[in-house]
């Protein structure tokens, strides 16, 4: 069986309170080894971490841009103490989920549009002065997600994943030359998709990551409309256990045998997020 790493799932959403060891249980299975759990707010800071240390994962601490109209400043610096108690844990693999959201109307206006980038930024210095990687979420954001990381580059370069990506081939190489992988998942699976597809179809595949982000972004194979749901079917719920088939729509894209984008898309993951080597 190939040996997969969930790049990005959100074990801890309420989606999974009532069965998340047994959809752990079904990951592993399913040959997916390791997943990474990003932190979105300081009040799941403690949940993810116990998580990852329970089943023998990782995680990730940071608040996600969708959770910045409730931070407070105060908040970054708890944030900034709780990487420094964490430091020694090699369960700790990267500042995450950051980013800038501008598909959400509210999101795009003032203030909430320069209190993210103020969250943003903070946070990036946060990952530059602990050492750690980033995991990025890009969403109609990724011109002023790349200005920001430009602005603001460690001495060697950035680590991590800009996670769901969804912009241009010149957006792609962008963050690939600045030293990121792109996390592709279930929404290369719709034939829709066709820009998501051609990038997973034509990038590098050293540049290329899989994560399911679990429970959201569903594949399509799980997926139901609003006109079916309203007519009474039930959205299938994502989760980990799901990486192989979304990789195997990756490989039939790429035309490559299955175990040699299970090999690749591992040592991608090494790379990107250097302490889960460790693990």
């Known amino acids: ?3 997969w ?3 990005h799932c959100h074990l801890d959403a309420a989606e999974f309170s009532a069965d998340a060891p047994a959809v752990r249980a079904r990951a592993q299975q399913a040959g997916v080894q390791r997943l990474v759990i990003p932190g979105v707010a300081v009040s799941n800071f ?3 971490r116990e998580l990852a240390h329970q089943n023998g994962d990782a995680y990730a ?8 109209a409730q931070s407070v400043d105060a908040d970054l610096a708890t944030l900034d103490a709780e990487l420094t108690l964490r430091m020694d844990d090699s369960r700790l693999v990267a500042v995450g989920e950051i980013g800038l959201d501008f598909f959400v ?11 993210q980038e103020m969250f943003y930024r903070a946070q990036l210095l946060l990952a530059r002065r602990h050492g750690l990687p980033v995991i990025l979420h890009v969403r109609r954001s990724a011109d002023r997600l790349l200005k920001h990381l430009r602005e603001l580059a460690p001495p060697g370069g950035w680590h991590g994943i800009a996670h769901a990506f969804n912009g241009s081939a010149q957006q792609a190489q962008a963050f690939i030359d600045l030293g990121l992988k792109l996390g592709f998942g279930g929404a290369m699976s719709f034939e829709a998709a066709r820009q998501i597809r051609q990038l997973a179809t034509e990038l590098p ?5 899989l994560e399911t982000d679990a429970p959201d972004i569903p594949p399509q194979w799980l997926y139901q409309s609003a006109q079916a749901r309203a007519a009474g079917a039930v959205q299938g719920r994502n989760e980990p256990a799901e990486l192989p088939r979304m990789a195997q729509v990756l490989a039939a894209l790429r035309g490559m045998p299955i175990e040699a984008l299970a090999r690749a898309c591992t040592a991608n993951a090494l790379a990107a997020l250097p302490r889960l080597s460790q693990l």
């Open 1 to 3: 069986m190939n040996s």
């Open 5 to 7: 790493i969930d790049t």
């Open 46 to 48: 403690q949940a993810v």
């Open 61 to 68: 601490l940071g608040i996600h841009p969708l959770c910045v």
């Open 105 to 115: 109307p509210e999101l795009q206006l003032s203030p909430l549009r320069e209190k």
């Open 205 to 209: 595949l050293q540049a290329l990551v």
